[in-house]
């Protein structure tokens, strides 16, 4: 059975640090650019980070940039998101997904949500003061 687990999220105060983590099961990652995404109440899911399946591209939200941190560790199977520097408008679900790039491994990374094949459940992540 194909499966993202996310976890790491959590209550953390502003300016606190969080990192967040996806397992793959039943399948491996090695063939799949994997993207974080995040809805915030009352807002529509978007893009966070995204990395390529070969790990050499990243990308990132502006809103994100230079606070938050994507990888992969593909002998694990997991992808993480280090989050630093949090502020109250990251707080958001968090998921995690995979897209399938066999026959287009050079692809970088896209936020577009269409080309994503399975999503994680998702794990809170609250900064709150």
């Known amino acids: 059975q194909l499966q993202l687990v996310e976890s790491g999220g959590g209550l953390v105060q502003p300016g606190g640090s969080l990192r967040l983590s996806c397992a793959a099961s039943?399948?491996?990652?090695?063939?799949?650019?994997i993207g974080w995404f995040r809805q915030a109440p009352g807002k529509e899911r978007e893009g966070v980070s995204c990395i390529s399946s070969s790990g050499g591209s990243t990308n990132y939200a502006d809103s994100v940039k230079g606070r938050f941190t994507i990888s992969r560790d593909n002998a694990k199977n997991t992808v993480y998101l280090q989050m630093n520097s949090l502020k109250l408008e990251d707080t958001a679900v968090y998921y995690c997904?995979?897209?399938?790039?066999?026959?287009?491994?050079?692809?970088?990374?896209?936020?577009?949500?269409?080309?994503?094949?399975?999503w994680g459940q998702g794990t809170q992540v609250t900064v709150s003061s």
């Open positions: 997904a995979v897209d399938y790039v066999y026959f287009r491994p050079r692809r970088p990374c896209v936020f577009n949500q269409n080309e994503y094949d399975y």
């Open positions: 039943g399948f491996t990652l090695d063939y799949y650019a």
